[in-house]
Nanobody, 116 residues
């Protein structure tokens, strides 16, 4: 079973920046597109950013386009999310998974809270 461990979330003021990391166990990391998702209180989990297996062709949800940047380091089995110009509506638990999501265990995610 692949483990996905997201980290880097914390409380930050609006306009600030954060860099999230997600480390994946297993040997097949570099074979799949990866993505970041988030779930705000009372809302469904949503896709926000994805990247192909080789680290190219990033794609974003409209809500984060121009503010967030996804990247990956295949030798480290890690995907990153650089978040700039954060807004209170970015407050959520952030998760990574393949795209489309293949792993049923999403892990605990990492909490990002943006204060106004």
């Amino acid at each position: 079973q692949v483990q996905l461990v997201a980290s880097g979330g914390r409380l930050v003021q609006a306009g600030g920046s954060l860099r999230l990391s997600c480390a994946a166990s297993g040997r097949s990391f570099s074979s799949y597109s990866m993505a970041w998702f988030r779930q705000a209180p009372g809302k469904e989990r949503e896709f926000i950013a994805g990247i192909n297996a080789s680290g190219g062709n990033p794609y974003y949800a409209r809500s984060v386009l121009g503010r967030f940047t996804i990247s990956r380091d295949n030798p480290k089995n890690t995907v990153y999310l650089q978040m700039n110009s954060l807004k209170p509506e970015d407050t959520a638990v952030y998760y990574c998974n393949t795209d489309p999501a293949r792993h049923t265990d999403w892990g605990q995610g990492t909490q990002v809270t943006v204060s106004s």
